[in-house]
C-alpha cells in the first residue's frame, strides 16, 4: 500500500463515513440509518409533496450537503465540467429500480454496512447480494456491455450546473420552510439530527468524496478486480473499522438476527434487492451516494439517475413496494423481477458487438 | 467572451427574472403564510380529530377496560368492530385487554394488526402511545416463545408467535420503517 495523499484522502473518507454514519444516529437520525441515501431520498421525495405517507416526510439536509459539498470541491479543485448524453433514459429508470432495491432491502449500500456493523446479521443477505450484484456487473462490462461514454461535447455547456442549482434551491426550502414543503411529526422522518450538524455533515463528506471518489460499490468493484492493491479496500476497511467502533463505544453493537432496528427477515429478497443495486451500480458508475456527488461535479448522466432515484423514492411509498419490518410486499417482489428484467434487457440491448 | 445585441436582451431579462423570483418569494415567506394554507396545521386538526372521534367511539370499551371488565370490554369492542371493521384502534384495544387477560399471544397478534395499519401505537409521543405496554409484552413473552419454538419447530402456531414478537420486538427497535 501506498500511502499517498489520494490514498490519504480515500481513507480518510471512509473514516468520516463510518464515524458520521453512526453519530448522526447517536444525535437523532433513525436507528442504524445515520446516512441512508434511499431512506434521504424516500423522506425528501415526501417533504415535497410527491408521496403521502405522514411517517415519511423530510427534506433531508445531508442530501443537500452531499451534492453542494461536491459541488464546492470540484469547483475548488478545477474538476467541475459539464458532461453526460450518454444513455440517459436507461440511467433514469436505473435510478429508480436503485431505489426499488434499497426499498426492499431497507437501505441502500452504506446502510447496510452501518447496520452489518451494529451487529443486524440479517443485513448479511445483502452484504452476499451486493457483492454478487457488483460481480455479475463486471461480468458484464467485461462481455462489452456500454452504456456510451461520458463526453463534455454531448451535455449542452453548463448544463451541469442545473443539478447543484436545485438542491441549492432545496437548501433555501430548508431555511424558508414554503407552505408546501411538509415535515412528518411523528414515524422515523420525525427523527433527525439538528439540521446544522446534518447540513454540515452532508457537506463535508460531499466535500470529501467527491475528491476521493469514494463509493462502497465501487470499493466492492475494485477489490473483486485488484484485491489488496486496490486504493479502496483501505476507505471501505477504514469505513468499517470507523462504523463498528463507533457502534461499540455508544452501545449500538447488539447481535442478532431477530427484532433489529428497520429490517425484516426475507433473506432472499434482501439478497434479491441488493443483488440489482450492485448491478446497476456497476453498469451506470456508482452506487446512490456516488450519483449524488457526480451530479455535484457537473454529471447530468448522474444528475438523470438522481431525479430517476427522487420518482423511485416517491412511488416506493406511493404504491407500496418498500419493504418493513413485516416484511416485503408482493408489489416490492415485483418491482424487484421489474429491476431484473430492465438490466437483462438493458445489457443485452446495450452490449457492444464486434 | 464577445457578447452580440441577443445576449445583452437575455441577460437584462435574467436579471428581471432574477430580481422578480426573489420578490416573490419573499413574499411568500413563512410569516405572510396564512394558517389555513399551511399542510402542518391541517394535518394537525385532522389528527386532533382523529383522536377525539377515536375517544368517542371507543369510550365503551375503554371505560370497561380501566374497570377490569375485560369481558365486557371485549363485547363492547365487538360491537363498535361491526361499524368499524379494520380500524386499527380496535385491534390495539383488543391487544390490550387480551394482554390484562393474560392471552399473551392474542394481544402481539392484535398490537401487530394496529401497528401495521398505523404506527402511531408504537411512538413515544402519540397520545394513543401503547409503547410501554408494548415492550413489556416482547420482554415477557419474547425468551418463552424462543424456547417453545426451539422444542417444537413444527408447531406453525408457535413460528408465528416468535414472529410476531421479533417484529414487534423490531418495530420499537426504531430505525427506517
Do not use: C
Given at each position: 500500500m501506498r500511502l499517498d495523499r489520494h490514498m490519504m484522502t480515500i481513507i480518510l473518507s471512509g473514516l468520516l463515513l463510518g464515524f458520521f454514519g453512526v453519530m448522526l444516529s447517536v444525535w437523532g437520525n433513525p436507528e442504524n440509518s445515520g446516512i441512508c441515501v434511499s431512506c434521504f431520498i424516500e423522506n425528501s421525495a415526501g417533504a415535497l409533496g410527491l408521496h403521502n405517507n405522514p411517517r415519511l416526510q423530510y427534506l433531508r439536509p445531508e442530501l443537500v450537503?452531499?451534492?453542494?459539498?461536491?459541488?464546492?470541491?470540484?469547483?475548488?479543485?478545477?474538476?467541475?465540467?459539464?458532461?453526460?448524453g450518454s444513455a440517459p433514459l436507461f440511467r433514469f429508470a436505473s435510478g429508480f429500480f436503485l431505489i426499488v432495491g434499497c426499498a426492499v432491502f431497507i437501505g441502500c449500500p452504506i446502510k447496510l454496512f452501518l447496520r452489518f456493523t451494529a451487529g443486524d446479521l440479517t443485513s448479511l443477505a445483502g452484504v452476499v447480494g451486493l457483492i454478487v450484484g457488483v460481480w455479475c456487473g463486471l461480468k458484464g462490462l467485461a462481455s462489452?456491455?456500454?452504456?456510451?461514454?461520458?463526453?463534455?461535447?454531448?451535455?449542452?455547456?453548463?448544463?451541469?450546473?442545473?443539478?447543484?442549482?436545485?438542491?441549492?434551491?432545496?437548501?433555501?426550502?430548508?431555511?424558508?420552510?414554503?407552505?408546501?414543503?411538509?415535515?412528518?411529526?411523528?414515524?422515523?422522518?420525525?427523527?433527525?439530527?439538528?439540521?446544522?450538524i446534518s447540513l454540515a455533515v452532508g457537506l463535508l463528506l460531499g466535500f470529501i468524496a467527491q475528491g476521493s471518489r469514494f463509493c462502497i460499490t465501487g470499493s466492492v468493484r475494485d477489490i473483486l478486480l485488484m484485491g489488496r492493491r486496490a486504493p479502496l479496500l483501505w476507505g471501505g476497511t477504514a469505513f468499517l473499522a470507523t462504523a463498528l467502533l463507533v457502534n461499540f463505544i455508544s452501545g449500538r453493537f447488539n447481535p442478532g438476527f431477530a427484532g433489529q432496528p428497520g429490517s425484516h427477515q426475507e433473506y432472499l429478497w434482501s439478497f434479491l434487492g441488493m443483488v440489482l443495486v450492485g448491478w446497476l451500480s456497476v453498469l451506470i458508475g456508482g452506487c446512490p451516494f456516488r450519483q449524488l456527488v457526480?451530479?455535484?461535479?457537473?454529471?447530468?448522466?448522474?444528475?438523470?439517475?438522481?431525479?430517476?432515484?427522487?420518482?423511485?423514492?416517491a412511488l416506493v411509498q406511493g404504491w407500496n413496494l418498500a419493504a418493513t419490518s413485516a416484511?416485503?410486499?408482493?408489489?416490492?417482489?415485483?418491482?424487484?423481477?421489474?429491476?431484473?428484467?430492465?438490466?437483462f434487457s438493458g445489457s443485452i440491448l446495450l452490449r457492444e458487438r464486434e | 467572451m464577445k457578447f452580440d445585441r441577443f445576449d445583452k436582451i437575455l441577460i437584462s431579462l435574467l436579471a428581471i427574472a432574477a430580481v422578480a423570483l426573489l420578490a416573490y418569494t419573499a413574499q411568500s415567506f413563512p410569516a405572510k403564510t396564512t394558517a389555513?394554507?399551511?399542510?402542518?396545521?391541517?394535518?394537525?386538526?385532522?389528527?386532533?380529530?382523529?383522536?377525539?372521534?377515536?375517544?368517542?367511539?371507543?369510550?365503551?370499551?375503554?371505560?370497561?377496560?380501566?374497570?377490569?371488565?375485560?369481558?365486557?370490554?371485549?363485547?363492547?369492542l365487538e360491537e363498535v368492530n361491526i361499524r368499524y371493521?379494520?380500524?386499527?384502534?380496535?385491534?390495539?384495544?383488543?391487544?390490550?385487554?387480551?394482554?390484562?387477560?393474560?392471552?399473551l399471544d392474542g394481544a402481539a397478534a392484535g398490537f401487530i394488526r394496529g401497528i401495521k395499519l398505523s404506527g402511531d401505537?408504537?411512538?413515544?409521543?402519540?397520545?394513543?402511545?401503547?409503547?410501554?405496554?408494548?415492550?413489556?409484552l416482547v420482554e415477557k413473552s419474547l425468551p418463552p416463545a424462543q424456547t417453545a419454538y426451539k422444542n417444537s419447530h413444527s408447531n406453525p402456531a408457535l413460528k408465528e408467535n416468535l414472529s410476531n414478537?421479533?417484529?414487534?420486538?423490531?418495530?420499537?427497535?426504531g430505525g427506517c420503517e
Open positions: 450537503g452531499f451534492v453542494l459539498g461536491a459541488f464546492a470541491s470540484a469547483l475548488l479543485r478545477r474538476e467541475f465540467r459539464s458532461r453526460g462489452g456491455v456500454e452504456l456510451g461514454r461520458l463526453s463534455p461535447s454531448a451535455a449542452p455547456r453548463g448544463s451541469g450546473l442545473l443539478a447543484p442549482a436545485v438542491f441549492l434551491m432545496f437548501l433555501l426550502f430548508i431555511f424558508i420552510s414554503p407552505s408546501f414543503l411538509i415535515a412528518s411529526e411523528k414515524g422515523s422522518s420525525a427523527q433527525h439530527a439538528p439540521l446544522l457526480k451530479s455535484g461535479e457537473g454529471d447530468s448522466d448522474a444528475a438523470l439517475v438522481v431525479a430517476g432515484m427522487f420518482l423511485g423514492g416484511g416485503v410486499p408482493i408489489g416490492g417482489k415485483i418491482a424487484i423481477i421489474a429491476g431484473f428484467v430492465l438490466v | 389555513i394554507e399551511s399542510r402542518s396545521m391541517e394535518r394537525e386538526l385532522a389528527s386532533q380529530a382523529r383522536v377525539g372521534l377515536l375517544e368517542k367511539l371507543y369510550s365503551p370499551v375503554t371505560v370497561a377496560l380501566q374497570n377490569g371488565q375485560y369481558q365486557e370490554a371485549l363485547l363492547k371493521p379494520g380500524e386499527a384502534h380496535g385491534f390495539i384495544l383488543k391487544g390490550e385487554i387480551l394482554y390484562r387477560m393474560g392471552v401505537y408504537i411512538d413515544k409521543n402519540s397520545p394513543f402511545s401503547k409503547r410501554d405496554i408494548i415492550a413489556i414478537l421479533n417484529y414487534l420486538k423490531s418495530r420499537l427497535a
